[in-house]
């Protein structure tokens, strides 16, 4: 069944516009070769999308081309502005960039969550308040020195999980009240669409678009840091579960820790093994220095320690792939970024003794950025899906 004239011209319209935006400013010519359509079809889009204010003529091809032959045409990257937020416990990190993803203003903020940590009553609601006052505040005030005057897509990265059916963050009793008040609070004072989604499966996202995981379309991302989790990308697409849960690792039941996980506390799972804590715990066993924290402990580098990390890393990986076969596993979060190369040899190595399905371990290339990086894709496709449309 062949498409209607209207429903063509979005297809052709969507598709010229993902090549402006992953290529750059292209000639007319240039999108009729890319983009396999004749070129009255291609005159007559780049007039559709310079009359809507999409795109606009950006300079000319060749020193000493002329004419309308000769026009690059760009997207109108002040169309839209974004913003991206990595949401930890104890702080909030803030991007605010323009419809091509291109940082204009960033800030970061640690979040005093006192208020939810003790007492009760009007002094816990108190706490909270201000802690949402003080985020709400940050990403205002970052949009202005952007030049923001409207967000459009407002992108965050929170530890949880998130409801598919919602997309909302789910009560967790480890989470600080004001992450979830957070998201409800921008929701309400923002004219701007909000999505929230889970910290690990953006990092997966960004990883998969511009980071380690470029050339795959399945793959797996173990996030090694403070928590401990993963985030699952079957066929070209991020997994979620039925729950929202897929991924949540850290519950994982390993040999090792004394007693096992429940449903309330990941103690006695992966998360016992490789989590911050228990990684500083193995680097002083083996003499390394853990006063700086993990990250520090493992950058350095210590052969037998980053051995013994790589065993109890490979435990996790190897249920990953028994279930899954992604063929890759990409190892990020702080500790994960920290072990780089050195670590994930190890890991791979072992790995291949404990299971006969190859697979392939990669360090995450993205740092301590991925989170951000992820949310800002995020709120940039919900941008392009809505003024990428005609009429928008």
């Given at each position: 069944?062949?498409?209607?004239?209207?429903?063509?011209?979005?297809?052709?319209?969507?598709?010229?516009?993902?090549?402006?935006?992953?290529?750059?400013?292209?000639?007319?010519?240039?999108?009729?070769?890319?983009?396999?359509?004749?070129?009255?079809?291609?005159?007559?889009?780049?007039?559709?999308?310079?009359?809507?204010?999409?795109?606009?003529?950006?300079?000319?091809?060749?020193?000493?081309?002329?004419?309308?032959?000769?026009?690059?045409?760009?997207?109108?990257?002040?169309?839209?502005?974004?913003?991206?937020?990595?949401?930890?416990?104890?702080?909030?990190?803030?991007?605010?960039?323009?419809?091509?993803?291109?940082?204009?203003?960033?800030?970061?903020?640690?979040?005093?969550?006192?208020?939810?940590?003790?007492?009760?009553?009007?002094?816990?609601?108190d706490g909270t308040d201000a802690a949402v006052e003080q985020a709400v505040a940050l990403l205002e005030r970052t949009a202005r020195e952007a030049g923001a005057r409207r967000l459009h897509?407002?992108?965050?990265?929170?530890?949880?999980?998130?409801?598919?059916?919602?997309?909302?963050?789910?009560?967790?009793?480890?989470?600080p009240a004001w992450h979830r008040r957070l998201v409800a609070a921008l929701q309400e004072r923002l004219p701007a669409r909000v999505l929230v989604e889970n910290?690990?499966?953006?990092?997966?996202?960004?990883?998969?678009?511009?980071?380690?995981?470029?050339?795959?379309?399945?793959?797996?991302?173990?996030?090694?840091?403070?928590?401990?989790?993963?985030?699952?990308?079957?066929?070209?697409?991020?997994?979620?579960?039925?729950?929202?849960?897929?991924?949540?690792?850290?519950?994982?039941?390993?040999?090792?820790?004394?007693?096992?996980?429940?449903?309330?506390?990941?103690g006695g799972g992966f998360h016992s093994l490789v989590g911050a804590a228990a990684v500083c715990a193995l680097a002083e066993e083996y003499g390394a220095d853990a006063s700086g924290g993990a990250e520090r402990a493992v950058a350095a580098g210590r052969d037998d320690f980053l051995d013994a990390l790589a065993d109890r890393i490979a435990l996790g990986a190897a249920a990953v792939a028994a279930v899954l076969d992604p063929g890759c596993v990409v190892l990020g979060g702080e500790i994960g970024h920290a072990g780089g190369e050195p670590l994930a040899r190890r890991v791979e190595a072992r790995l291949a003794e404990l299971s006969p399905l190859h697979t392939e371990v990669r360090p995450a290339s993205l740092g301590g950025r991925a989170i951000l990086s992820g949310a800002l894709l995020a709120a940039r496709d919900a941008a392009q899906d809505d003024l990428f449309t005609p009429g928008a």
């Open positions: 069944m062949r498409a209607s004239p209207s429903t063509a011209r979005v297809i052709n319209d969507r598709l010229a516009l993902r090549l402006l935006q992953e290529e750059g400013p292209l000639t007319a010519g240039q999108l009729k070769s890319l983009t396999g359509l004749s070129r009255p079809t291609v005159a007559d889009l780049v007039e559709r999308l310079q009359g809507s204010g999409l795109i606009t003529v950006v300079g000319e091809s060749g020193a000493q081309r002329r004419g309308p032959n000769a026009r690059l045409y760009g997207i109108v990257a002040d169309r839209a502005h974004l913003a991206a937020l990595d949401v930890r416990t104890g702080g909030v990190s803030v991007i605010v960039a323009d419809l091509l993803g291109r940082t204009l203003a960033e800030a970061a903020l640690p979040i005093d969550d006192s208020g939810d940590s003790g007492g009760a009553g009007t002094d816990m609601e897509s407002v992108g965050i990265g929170a530890p949880g999980l998130i409801d598919p059916a919602g997309g909302q963050l789910r009560d967790s009793a480890k989470l910290e690990t499966n953006l990092a997966a996202v960004a990883e998969q678009r511009m980071g380690a995981a470029r050339d795959r379309d399945t793959f797996a991302l173990l996030w090694l840091g403070q928590g401990v989790g993963a985030a699952l990308v079957l066929d070209g697409k991020l997994r979620r579960g039925a729950s929202g849960g897929a991924g949540e690792i850290g519950f994982l039941p390993v040999p090792g820790p004394s007693g096992l996980p429940s449903a309330a506390d990941c």
